[in-house]
């Protein structure tokens, strides 16, 4: 079963690492594997939330998803993306960008490196959306309880995280803004970081307005569907489970699209923060996201959540620590070793207090978990 749903994910991951080592070396090598493992943990609750959604839908609307989805996933967010912002970011056409890359590496790690304070700060206030919305949210399962329950309290103020950001915003343009780090050396870029700062921060407004929006489209379906199914079942008329199905099923997917470009936009922009590189930086990514299509269909298939409750935290830390990083790299060069470790070391964590936490509530008869759940979450 794991072999035939991970068989594509394992080969490509193979061949993406062997072609990284012979065309890049083994620095390439690396930092393809790391971006590998960033995605698919960022990217764990995503395969969580799909799976939820994704067994609704009848055969072909699933097949819809894993076939025509995985595409606009990969080579969309993955590929086409990354070499948006740099192309935006560094005022030359999407093709001039990827000749650049190839045939002037030089060049365009210049342009790059100009570019950086406004990728830096775009993607920094992005990261720091989800991660500030994720801590400020009351949630049952708490890792770091002894931090996230004040926080939770805190967060029933309106707004608080659009206002943590903005500060933290306006913190980074009055320090490490004024000395940037570009090609030319250290120049002001307040401006600039201001600006890509406040446009982050509305393309995370605009994500999530576009995933609320669909997700009231489908409600409003289902429930529409439910009550024609039972109309239908008062009156003695069959019911076609697969036409009520169809019905809702383009929203379920266009709902399920939006979510996938939305989770995947924390992978492409904390990728900026370990490379520069749009190659490796696509490989990488597109590794991690076919990893995250097939633990979809696992979870699918086996009908059952993965029980590792703290995981989705490990990898919201590690969208802070990465939005952290991208806003102090406005300034300050910081290896890519540290940023991808991070993220890495939150991940083991959090899941080692996973498994602590199943071990506990074993020992403990399979008991409820609640206060002995955030006992047992201490790192």
Request: charged share 15%.
């Amino acid at each position: 079963m794991v072999l035939k749903t991970f068989g594509w994910s394992f080969a490509i991951t193979a061949l993406g690492l062997a072609f990284a080592a012979w065309q890049w070396g083994w620095e390439a090598f690396g930092v393809v594997l790391i971006l590998s493992i960033l995605e698919i943990s960022l990217s764990f609750d995503n395969a969580v939330v799909n799976a939820g959604i994704l067994k609704k839908m009848n055969a072909f609307w699933q097949k819809i998803f894993l076939t025509i989805g995985i595409l606009i996933a990969v080579f969309g967010m993955r590929l086409v993306f990354p070499v948006a912002i740099v192309a935006i970011s560094a005022k030359v056409g999407p093709i001039e960008a990827v000749q650049l890359a190839l045939d002037e590496p030089e060049r365009y790690e210049a342009l790059v490196t100009d570019a950086h304070p406004a990728i830096a700060a775009f993607g920094g206030m992005f990261l720091l959306m989800i991660f500030l919305d994720f801590i400020f949210e009351d949630r049952d399962h708490k890792w770091l309880a002894w931090l996230e329950r004040p926080l939770a309290k805190l967060g029933k103020v309106d707004m608080l995280s659009v206002c943590v950001a903005l500060i933290a915003l306006l913190v980074t343009a009055m320090t490490f803004a004024t000395h940037a780090h570009t090609s030319a050396g250290h120049v002001d870029k307040s401006t600039t970081v201001l600006l890509s700062g406040v446009a982050g921060l509305i393309t995370y407004l605009i994500v999530g307005g576009l995933s609320g929006f669909f997700e009231n489209k489908l409600e409003e379906e289902e429930e529409r569907e439910h009550e024609e199914e039972e109309k239908a079942k008062a009156e003695g008329k069959p019911v076609s489970a697969v036409g009520l199905a169809g019905k809702a099923a383009f929203f379920l997917f266009l709902y399920l699209e939006v979510l996938d470009a939305s989770f995947s936009f924390d992978g492409v922009i904390g990728a900026f923060a370990i490379t520069n590189h749009i190659f490796w930086m696509a490989l990488g990514l597109g590794i991690g996201a076919m990893y995250v299509r097939s633990l979809t269909v696992y979870l699918v298939r086996e009908g059952t959540l993965d029980d590792y409750v703290y995981l989705e935290h490990g990898a919201h830390y590690a969208i802070g620590a990465l939005a952290v990083i991208l806003l102090v790299t406005v300034q300050h060069e910081i290896s890519e070793l540290i940023t991808g470790s991070i993220g890495v070391v939150l991940i083991a964590l959090s899941f080692w207090s996973s498994v602590r936490r199943n071990k506990a509530l074993a020992a403990a008869g399979g008991g409820s978990s609640g206060d002995k759940t955030e006992v047992t979450s201490g790192v």
